[in-house]
Nanobody, 124 residues
């Protein structure tokens, strides 16, 4: 079992930045590939970014590429999402997810564990 807790969400003006954190507890964090997803009201949950458990290779949705950066610190059992140049369309609840597989997945169904989410609101 892995427990995930997100933090760092909030209200920010367009063009601003936020850094989301996801703290993991439970089994060995380094065994898990990690992902960030988001869900806006009335929309399906969508992929944002992922990072592989071993190589640390990263993958991004086209909509955030060049603006967002996913990273992990296995010594702190944490994964981060640095979000720059935020846009109103980035407004959503952001979720951290963990999966015990060697690759980084864009598919929400691949992940075994989820956090409770943190709200990000970008005003225009």
């Amino acid at each position: 079992q892995v427990q995930l807790v997100e933090s760092g969400g909030g209200l920010v003006q367009a063009g601003g930045s936020l850094r989301l954190s996801c703290a993991a507890s439970g089994r060995t964090f380094s065994s898990y590939s990690m992902g960030w997803f988001r869900q806006a009201p009335g929309n399906e949950r969508e992929f944002v970014a992922a990072i592989r458990r071993s190589s640390g290779e990263t993958y991004y949705a086209d909509s955030v590429k060049g603006r967002f950066t996913i990273s992990r610190d296995n010594t702190k059992n944490a994964v981060y999402l640095q979000m720059n140049s935020l846009k109103p369309e980035d407004t959503a609840v952001y979720y951290c997810a963990a999966g015990e597989f060697p690759y980084a997945s864009r598919f929400a169904g691949s992940y075994d564990y989820w956090g409770q989410g943190t709200q990000v609101t970008v005003s225009s």
